[in-house]
Nanobody, 124 residues
Framework: VQLQASGGGLVQAGGSLRLSCAASGRTFFNYELGWFRQAPGKEREFVAAITWSSGSTYYAGSVKGRFTISRDNTKNTVYLQMASLKPEDTAVYYC??????????????????WGQGTLVTVSS
């Protein structure tokens, strides 16, 4: 299984950015794909997740209403559309995959597969 995250960059506060996570190596129908982030000196935290089969979505309170997670079945890709970005959103963003219904979607330890991370920097 490979997860390739991309789309990070430098953006001004209030701006938007879209991250992509290209998944390969297996079918993900019975999986949940999630985004986590880790800021310097902080622990990795949950951002959003999507259940591949149903399209159900889950968000951390800090990003709800600003970020949108979606998937494209034809491209085996998950997206994280980020809007109204704030300096505190600055972090390395990771995509990850876990088997559906195997633990909470916001628990990093439940995710068996991880991408390499992409850096998002929001300037004030």
């Amino acid at each position: 299984v490979q997860l390739q995250a991309s789309g990070g960059g430098l953006v001004q506060a209030g701006g938007s950015l879209r991250l992509s996570c290209a998944a390969s190596g297996r079918t993900f129908f019975n999986y949940e794909l999630g985004w986590f982030r880790q800021a310097p000196g902080k622990e990795r935290e949950f951002v959003a997740a999507i259940t591949w089969s149903s399209g159900s979505t889950y968000y951390a309170g800090s990003v709800k209403g600003r970020f949108t997670i979606s998937r494209d079945n034809t491209k085996n890709t998950v997206y994280l559309q980020m809007a109204s970005l704030k300096p505190e959103d600055t972090a390395v963003y990771y995509c990850a995959a876990k088997v559906s219904n195997l633990g909470a979607v916001d628990s990093a330890v439940r995710y068996a597969y991880w991408g390499q991370g992409t850096l998002v920097t929001v300037s004030s």
